[in-house]
């Protein structure tokens, strides 16, 4: 099992910053892909980053892509989105998620976040 909290989130204005972590406990957190996912009212739960094993591959949605950043640091078991220029669509609950392998679909991921809200205002 891994366990998965996130914290980080908050209320910025549009054009700002906001730096998602997401600490790891239980099994080999070094050994999972993690990804980043986020979910507005009323829409399906969207892929927004994924980071290898390593750190060294990572993948964004064409939405976020020069805008967000995903890092981790594997002594701390710990994943980070640093989000800049935020805009008033980057709003949602936004969750981190571990798996086998990096991947978009939510379904290739076994362990899940609680989510921390992210609200960008106008």
């Known amino acids: 099992q891994v366990q998965l909290v996130e914290s980080g989130g908050g209320l910025v204005q549009a054009g700002g910053s906001l730096r998602l972590s997401c600490v790891a406990s239980?099994?080999?957190?070094?050994?999972?892909?993690m990804g980043w996912f986020r979910q507005a009212p009323g829409k399906e739960r969207e892929f927004v980053a994924t980071?290898?094993?390593?750190?060294?591959?990572?993948y964004y949605a064409d939405s976020v892509k020069g805008r967000f950043t995903a890092t981790r640091d594997n002594a701390k078991m710990t994943v980070y989105l640093q989000m800049n220029s935020l805009k008033p669509e980057d709003t949602a609950v936004y969750y981190c998620?571990?798996?086998?392998?990096?991947?978009?679909?939510?379904?290739?991921?076994?362990?899940w976040g609680q989510g921390t809200q992210v609200t960008v205002s106008s």
């Open positions: 980071i290898g094993w390593s750190g060294g591959y990572t």
């Open positions: 239980g099994r080999t957190f070094s050994s999972y892909a």
């Open positions: 998620a571990a798996g086998p392998g990096v991947a978009e679909a939510p379904g290739r991921y076994d362990y």
